[in-house]
């Protein structure tokens, strides 16, 4: 048999579990959104996006890779040390709008050109190789914001506008 303290506690806990399902069933409406089908609305318009094959100037891809390309090599030097595959994204990223950049000059500005080209590939295979050392990553570092630097200062957009250095189409 049951004592008096026993049958107090069942009562209890009766009474707050159908507090409870009569609190579900009734009035909690976040309950109810979770247990209650929605309607069938209507399908979402399909966005459309046009192609065009519209090639745009010289002069302006080539602003458009000296931004990308300034961008990601910021990055690489941001993310350096930190998540590899970042690290080896922006390094491509940057070299590929780096060697647009040079497709686009005339040969003289080229030859000018290379040198970063090929500097900025060695650092860029290195660090595929994987595994680059503290002290080397500082040292790569520090290769790169030299390099961003002489890049900015002799092949601006502007500068190479107005010594007409870009290829006409």
């Given amino acids: 048999?049951?004592?008096?303290?026993?049958?107090?506690?069942?009562?209890?806990?009766?009474?707050?579990?159908?507090?409870?399902?009569?609190?579900?069933?009734?009035?909690?409406?976040?309950?109810?959104?979770?247990?209650?089908?929605?309607?069938?609305?209507?399908?979402?318009?399909?966005?459309?996006?046009?192609?065009?094959?519209?090639?745009?100037p010289a002069g302006i891809r080539y602003n458009n890779y000296f931004i990308y390309w300034r961008t990601w090599q910021g990055e690489l030097v941001l993310n350096m040390g930190k998540n590899d595959k970042k690290v080896l994204g922006c390094a491509d990223r940057a070299l590929y709008n780096l060697s647009q950049m040079y497709e686009l000059l005339k040969p003289k500005k080229q030859k000018e050109l290379e040198p970063y080209v090929d500097q900025l590939?060695?650092?860029?295979?290195?660090?595929?190789?994987?595994?680059?050392?503290?002290?080397?990553?500082?040292?790569?570092?520090?290769?790169?914001?030299?390099?961003?630097w002489d890049v900015r200062r002799g092949f601006d957009y502007l500068d190479m506008k107005k010594g007409n250095w870009i290829k006409q189409d």
Avoid: W
């Avoid at 590939?121 to 961003?148: C, F, T, W, Y």
């Fill in 121 to 148: 590939q060695k650092i860029v295979d290195e660090l595929h190789k994987g595994d680059v050392s503290v002290p080397r990553q500082k040292r790569i570092m520090h290769a790169l914001e030299n390099h961003i």
């Fill in 1 to 56: 048999m049951l004592n008096k303290k026993e049958i107090k506690v069942k009562k209890i806990t009766m009474s707050i579990f159908i507090v409870f399902i009569c609190i579900s069933l009734i009035g909690c409406a976040a309950l109810r959104k979770k247990f209650v089908r929605k309607p069938k609305g209507k399908e979402k318009p399909k966005e459309i996006f046009q192609e065009t094959n519209q090639v745009y």
